[in-house]
Every structure is written in structure tokens, then in C-alpha cells.
């Protein structure tokens, strides 16, 4: 039992750079409150004593202002910050390493008995103000951003806003995205200042043409191989590398578009051409 309460105390000083010293996150921490008193309360429901837990769980609603049902799962390290108006319905599952923001509900959307609330995977992150409704899965490392509404099933990995909830990202398998960063260096590609938690449109297309020229690279292979099975005498050898200089041109117009412009810009002639010529 100590050994949980270390680790929900050791979640808090992870995600939660204010947090300064134990006593501090023991004594100011609604987040961590509600936690505890779930653990005692959900205990409580599962030895059959449903008023009492049921009573623990309002207490703790009194005072941290986060109402968890008694009968939710809760996995190691879950973590609850700011937390005012959070809601956590009977049967909702949440795996371990799950960070929730204030305003967050994961709640039902039907009055039958059984299986009505969502099931989190591990590592996820669902952002303030959003409401994940109905019995179906979240999965694993994905994050949901705030005030977002989803009521369908989230895949491992994405990235889900807006209302009703839609994917915006969803992260490639390692596989995929070795052969994308073996494709960059090969053609000396460099998304800089990017990361997957913001994404950048262009970016985001010159990756896809990434995908597509190691698809067409790996096809001109099998027929160089296929070839290679019909005529003992053919040989094929190394594509020629691509030159820094091929590319200056490109990189200097590439800086003037993107001085000149602005998200509410209309395109400039000069940038119709450069998409044109794309």
C-alpha cells in the first residue's frame, strides 16, 4: 500500500514542475487527495460494502471537488492535475501512467447496466475540459486535447480534437518510421523545430512523399532483382547520391516564400508558381 502511494507521489514531481518538495504535494494536491480516498473507497466496493464507499467517494467530492465512482479501475501512477470538475464513471478502466486535466468526464451515454464507460490504455493524456463518452476504448499513448468530445474508439498513438472528437495525428509504427528517417537522410530532408505534438502541414506532406519514394525505391529493387534472376549478365549498381549543390536554389526559395507569407496571406504569384512547379 505505501509502496502505491510512493509511486502516485513520484507521478506528481514527473508531470508537475511546480511541485517543490513531498510535503507539499501530500498536503496541496486535490489530485492526488481524490486518488487516495478512490483507493480506500474502490477496496471498500469490491469487500461488498457499497454505502460506505459510496460515502468516501462523496467525501472526497466535498472536499477536492473530483467525483471518481467507487467502482472505477484505476492503474499505477495515475495522475490528476488542477483536477476541479472531474467526473470518472462506474465502469470506466484506466491503465497506468494516465495523466487527466481539470474539467475532464469520462462518462456514459446510456442508463443500461453493464460496460458504459470508456476504457483508457496506458500513457494517456486527455487535456482540460474534454468529455470521452461511452464504453469503448481509448488506446495506448494517445492524447486527447481540451474541450474535445469523443464518443468513438481512439487508436494507440493518435491525436484527437475538436467537436465531435477527430484524429489529427497518429503516430507510424517504429518500422515505418526508420525507413522515413533513412529516406531523410538520404535526400538530406530535415523538418526542424517540428515535433509530433505539433505538426506542420508541409512537413506532414513531404513525409507522405517520403513514404511514397522508399515505396517506389523498394519496387524498382524487387524488378532490378527479378531481372537480375532472367539474365545472369545484368548488374545493377548504387543510385548516385544526391548533391548538396542540386539543392541551393530550392533552399533559398523556399526561405522567400515562407518571409513573405502569412497563414491569412492570399498566395503571392511567385508562391503559385513554386506550387506549381511542385
Avoid at 64 to 81: K, L, M, S, V, W
Avoid at 168 to 173: E, F, R, T, Y
Wanted: hydrophobic share 40%; glycine share 10%.
Amino acid at each position: 500500500m505505501f509502496g502505491g502511494i510512493k509511486e502516485d507521489v513520484a507521478s506528481v514531481f514527473d508531470r508537475d514542475p511546480a511541485a517543490r518538495n513531498t510535503f507539499e504535494v501530500l498536503t496541496n494536491y486535490p489530485g492526488l487527495h481524490a486518488l487516495l480516498f478512490h483507493r480506500l473507497a474502490h477496496r471498500l466496493w469490491n469487500a461488498n460494502l457499497k454505502w460506505l464507499a459510496r460515502f468516501i467517494s462523496t467525501f472526497s467530492r466535498w472536499l477536492t471537488g473530483i467525483e471518481i465512482h467507487p467502482g472505477a479501475q484505476i492503474g499505477r501512477r495515475f495522475f490528476i492535475d488542477h483536477g476541479m470538475g472531474v467526473v470518472i464513471g462506474e465502469t470506466t478502466i484506466i491503465g497506468d501512467d494516465v495523466t487527466l486535466y481539470q474539467g475532464v468526464t469520462l462518462g456514459g451515454t446510456s442508463w443500461n447496466k453493464g460496460k458504459r464507460h470508456p476504457t483508457l490504455g496506458n500513457h494517456v493524456v486527455v487535456g482540460a475540459g474534454a468529455k470521452i463518452l461511452g464504453p469503448f476504448t481509448v488506446g495506448d499513448r494517445a492524447k486527447v486535447g481540451s474541450n474535445a468530445v469523443v464518443t468513438k474508439e481512439v487508436p494507440p498513438n493518435a491525436t484527437v480534437v475538436g467537436i465531435p472528437g477527430r484524429i489529427i495525428l497518429k503516430k507510424a509504427d517504429s518500422g515505418d518510421e526508420e525507413k522515413r528517417k533513412v529516406m531523410e537522410e538520404k535526400i538530406g530532408f530535415d523538418a526542424y523545430g517540428l515535433s509530433e505534438e505539433m505538426p506542420d502541414p508541409v512537413a506532414r506532406s513531404l513525409r507522405a512523399m517520403l513514404d511514397h519514394m522508399h515505396a517506389v525505391d523498394g519496387r524498382l529493387q524487387m524488378m532490378c532483382q527479378a531481372i537480375q534472376k532472367m539474365d545472369k549478365t545484368y548488374r545493377f549498381g548504387e543510385v548516385p547520391p544526391l548533391k548538396d549543390e542540386d539543392f541551393d536554389g530550392v533552399q533559398e526559395l523556399c526561405g522567400e516564400v515562407e518571409l513573405h507569407s502569412s497563414p491569412g496571406d492570399a498566395p503571392t504569384e511567385r508562391q503559385d508558381s513554386v506550387k506549381a512547379s511542385t
